[in-house]
């Protein structure tokens, strides 16, 4: 069973970086696309980006391309964004996904994933 933990959030202020990290125990993350997400109050989960089981492939959502960097270091399990310029419409729970599929498909819809964290926050407010 694949268990995700998210971590790294916190209160920024706009104009700030973070950088989440999405650790894994269960099974060997290496296998799987992963994606990151996030769902403010009263909004809908938003697929941010994703990228291959290989690290060589990766996909952004508009709202964050050239801002956030999704990135992964398979020997130790984990998966990363590193979010620069941060803005206040950026404070969200974050969640970092497994997809079990057998390709890559630089899908960011939450349907495609099946494993999931709990989420960590970000608020982003001066």
């Known amino acids: 069973q694949l268990q995700l933990v998210e971590s790294g959030g916190d209160l920024v202020q706009p104009g700030g970086s973070l950088r989440l990290s999405c650790s894994a125990s269960?099974?060997?993350?290496?296998?799987?696309?992963i994606g990151w997400f996030r769902q403010a109050p009263g909004k809908e989960r938003e697929g941010l980006s994703c990228?291959?089981?290989?690290?060589?492939?990766?996909n952004y959502a508009d709202s964050v391309k050239g801002r956030f960097t999704i990135s992964r270091d398979n020997a130790k399990n984990t998966v990363y964004l590193q979010m620069n310029s941060l803005k206040p419409e950026d404070t969200a729970v974050y969640y970092c996904?497994?997809?079990?599929?057998?390709?890559?498909?630089?899908?960011?819809?939450?349907?495609?994933?099946?494993?999931w964290g709990q989420g960590t926050q970000v608020t982003v407010s001066s």
């Open positions: 990228i291959s089981s290989s690290g060589g492939s990766t």
């Open positions: 269960g099974l060997a993350l290496e296998q799987y696309t």
């Open positions: 996904a497994a997809d079990m599929g057998l390709y890559y498909s630089g899908n960011l819809l939450p349907r495609r994933y099946d494993y």
